[in-house]
């Protein structure tokens, strides 16, 4: 299961991360609106863990959204706001459960297997196409003019930031934050590593389609006829 976790507290965003890992789960997490909406925005979760309090966007206000957009994912609301009235907001603003801070990690466990027992229609991970190849978020994989090829996890979250933003020059912070999280500590090498990946996956499939580097900013995914 693959579980976005949104909560603005450091610590306990840390510690909820690393419990929610040891226990099997694989963990996206951020801790503003801002954030939030672009991993909510891609749809390739399976449950939502979603603190109330929140900068920038408030937790209310992001499900609200989420829910216009007709997107069924299952979100537990997170929060130190336990009165009933507050209860009866989240949940009226389309919350699958509402669980009160401080709470143990043992109940917290409980309300997600309870919600994963429960019968729904489950939404279709849609592909990404852009120009001559397509991108499927839930077997990770690339087709183009030659075929096809399978990609590691984190090379299809590389690629999907970029298709999610074809054109748009994407600063090496922002690659680093949106594929290996906020707060992960990883070598800036890392990304230089897996951008020489995606790109033989690109020239595998033979495409349209390049990552350009932008000296001293970060990259772009771009066409070829486009390139200056």
């Not at 966007?57 to 007709?70: A, E, H, S, W």
């Not at 489950?122 to 075929?147: F, H, M, V």
């Not at 933003?165 to 230089?192: C, F």
Request: hydrophobic content about 35%; overall charge negative; aromatic content about 8%.
């Amino acid at each position: 299961m693959r579980i976005l976790l949104i909560e603005d507290d450091y610590n306990l965003r840390m510690t909820l991360t690393f419990q929610l890992e040891q226990e099997g789960f694989t963990v996206d997490a951020c801790g503003n609106g801002e954030d939030a909406l672009y991993y909510m925005g891609s749809k390739t979760h399976d449950l939502i863990l979603l603190d109330r309090m929140l900068p920038k966007t408030d937790g209310i206000t992001l499900l609200k959204k989420f829910r216009d957009k007709g997107c069924q994912t299952p979100v537990i609301i997170l929060t130190a706001l336990g009165e009933l009235s507050d209860k009866v907001t989240g949940l009226d603003a389309g919350a699958d459960d509402y669980l009160v801070k401080p709470f143990e990690f043992e109940e917290l466990l409980a309300r997600i297997r309870s919600i994963s027992r429960r019968p729904r229609q489950w939404e279709k991970e849609p592909s990404l196409c852009i120009r001559d190849i397509t991108y499927s978020p839930g077997d990770n994989q690339l087709s183009g003019a030659l075929g096809s090829c399978s990609l590691s996890k984190k090379e299809g979250m590389l690629l999907e930031v970029f298709l999610l933003n074809p054109e748009q020059v994407l600063p090496r912070d922002t690659l680093l934050s949106r594929v290996w999280g906020v707060d992960a500590e990883v070598e800036d090498g890392n990304l230089d590593n897996y951008i020489h990946f995606i790109r033989r996956r690109l020239k595998t499939v033979s495409c349209q389609v390049l990552i350009q580097t932008v000296r001293g900013v970060g990259y772009r995914l771009t066409s070829k006829d486009l390139r200056n």
